[in-house]
Nanobody, 126 residues
Framework: QVQLVESGGGLVQAGGSLRLSCAAS????????MGWFRQAPGEERKFVAG????????YYADSVKGRFTISRDNAQNMVYLQMNSLKPEDTALYSC???????????????????WGQGTQVTVSS
């Protein structure tokens, strides 16, 4: 089992930066691929970024490539999302998620993630 708690959201002007953190508890964190998803009001939740269980590879939605960076620290049970050059369309509730299974390949499908945090709100003003 994995429990996840996000932090770091807030209000920022367009062009600014935020760093989201996801603190994980549970002994299997280091064997699970992790993802960040976001949900804007009135829209479905969408994949943002993912990172393999060993940190060997990261993958991104086209809308955030070149602006967002996902990373993890398995020793500290942490996952991060560095968000630069923020745009008003990045406004959403951002959630951290752990893959249902251990040692999987990269996976952007929401249905593959069985453990979720409560989310942290990011609001980008124009």
């Amino acid at each position: 089992q994995v429990q996840l708690v996000e932090s770091g959201g807030g209000l920022v002007q367009a062009g600014g930066s935020l760093r989201l953190s996801c603190a994980a508890s549970g002994r299997t964190f280091s064997s699970r691929s992790m993802g960040w998803f976001r949900q804007a009001p009135g829209e479905e939740r969408k994949f943002v970024a993912g990172i393999l269980w060993n940190g060997a590879s990261a993958y991104y939605a086209d809308s955030v490539k070149g602006r967002f960076t996902i990373s993890r620290d398995n020793a500290q049970n942490m996952v991060y999302l560095q968000m630069n050059s923020l745009k008003p369309e990045d406004t959403a509730l951002y959630s951290c998620a752990a893959h249902t299974y251990s040692r999987t390949a990269g996976d952007a499908r929401e249905s593959s993630y069985g453990y979720w945090g409560q989310g942290t709100q990011v609001t980008v003003s124009s």
